[in-house]
């Protein structure tokens, strides 16, 4: 039996394994990770990928080591110099630091040698711990943290819900989307009022100019960051002192700024425009329809309330994460059969410690009503390994 097992190998699960391998010295042996992607961080690198993101919104003391100083002293290192690029304010690392830096921790703490290729399908007691069944066996472990995220459930909207698998029709966030397999295309909308898709559309329009339009439902909301600084520390105290979880989940749905961008990439996009590399309305799509029968034909967007209508034969939906908990059959199974605790909203009600059951933790989205807004971020990573190792 294992000490330790974290379900999930991204951000999250690679940094509580750091945490817990380095910081509370678990030994290698007796921890392990489990992902269904072949490499840490993958589904993670994917998304920034085919988003186009060149820097974090987050600054450069929101890293995978528990150090908040180890970007920027890799930074100063022979490997990390060539890309220390950073922009402010907050010093925010460029993707390409991060990633390099990243793969550094992964290699120098021996992160790959602890993982198992497979998926969850399956969590039951055993005396002493737990077991989690995977396609491929059993994995039995005295602590499990749940470290998964919402990234593999893109949000569809209402109107777009019928598009799926369609021809020419893509999620940003679908792990199956490749943004540098598409083929060129005569007209491009990308949906979304966010970061997401502000970033989508520029890399699509450097890819070809004045063939892209961005459709906004409202105009460009500006916010440095997707939750204000305040929720990692000291705007907590109300939150905590607030045993209604409905609320708490109220709290959260306020302070995250959903659909929001930095300045500077609302700046670029508004030279962008300027320039005529790509289009922007501001309209809420209503009605998708292909423009004939042929199920590869083109596509119809409408906002029938402002008479705007265009033709397109690419549609990428950059419109977000499905909210709802992630996990899915085998993890429901298991709140019903041990009676885990949950909130109105279907969330995790877990301890201080970030303890749903005695020895089963989380981290991530599922810890939000604990952490609070941030929870899902890189910083969210770091605060929810201080709470699992408290007492190691």
Do not use: C
């Not at 072949?38 to 919104?57: D, I, Q, S």
């Not at 020895?359 to 990573?381: D, Y």
């Amino acid at each position: 039996m294992l000490d330790w097992l974290i379900v999930g190998g991204g951000i999250h699960g690679t940094h509580l394994a750091l945490y817990l391998t380095q910081r509370r010295r678990v030994p290698l042996d007796r921890l392990r990770i489990l992902d269904p992607y072949p490499e840490p961080l993958a589904l993670w690198e994917h998304h920034t990928a085919n988003v186009g993101m060149t820097y974090l919104r987050s600054g450069h003391a929101h890293n995978l080591h528990y150090d908040p100083f180890s970007l920027i002293t890799f930074a100063r290192t022979q490997a990390g110099q060539p890309l220390a690029e950073f922009l402010e304010p907050y010093g925010r690392p460029s993707l390409a630091l991060f990633r390099a830096h990243s793969q550094q921790l992964i290699q120098q703490y021996k992160l790959n040698s602890i993982r198992l290729m497979g998926r969850a399908s399956g969590l039951s007691r055993i005396p002493g711990g737990w077991r989690v069944e995977t396609e491929t066996g059993s994995i039995e472990s005295a602590q499990v943290a749940l470290a998964f995220g919402l990234t593999e459930q893109p949000a569809w909207p209402t109107v777009f819900a019928g598009m799926r698998g369609a021809a020419g029709v893509q999620h940003i966030f679908d792990p199956a989307f490749d943004r540098a397999a598409l083929q060129d295309w005569s007209q491009a909308v990308v949906v979304g009022g966010g970061i997401t898709a502000a970033q989508t559309a520029l890399s699509l329009a450097l890819r070809q100019p004045g063939t892209v339009t961005l459709v906004m439902r409202h105009p460009p909301r500006l916010h440095q960051f997707d939750a204000d600084p305040g929720w990692v520390g000291m705007t907590l105290g109300e939150f905590y002192a607030d045993a209604d979880y409905a609320r708490r989940r109220a709290v959260i749905q306020r302070a995250r700024h959903r659909g929001s961008m930095p300045p500077d990439v609302a700046r670029e996009l508004q030279t962008a425009v300027q320039h005529g590399l790509l289009h922007l309305v501001e309209a809420e799509v209503n009605a998708v329809n292909r423009t004939t029968t042929d199920l590869h034909a083109p596509l119809r967007l409408e906002a029938r309330h402002s008479g705007w209508s265009l033709v397109a034969d690419t549609l990428i939906l950059a419109t977000g994460l499905d909210p709802r908990r992630p996990g899915g059959a085998w993890l429901d199974a298991a709140i019903d059969q041990f009676g885990l605790p949950l909130a109105p909203d279907g969330y995790p009600i877990v301890d201080q410690r970030l303890a749903w059951a005695e020895g089963l933790h989380v981290s991530g989205p599922l810890a939000e009503l604990e952490i609070g807004p941030v929870a899902r971020n890189i910083i969210g990573a770091r605060l929810a390994a201080d709470r699992i190792g408290t007492g190691l």
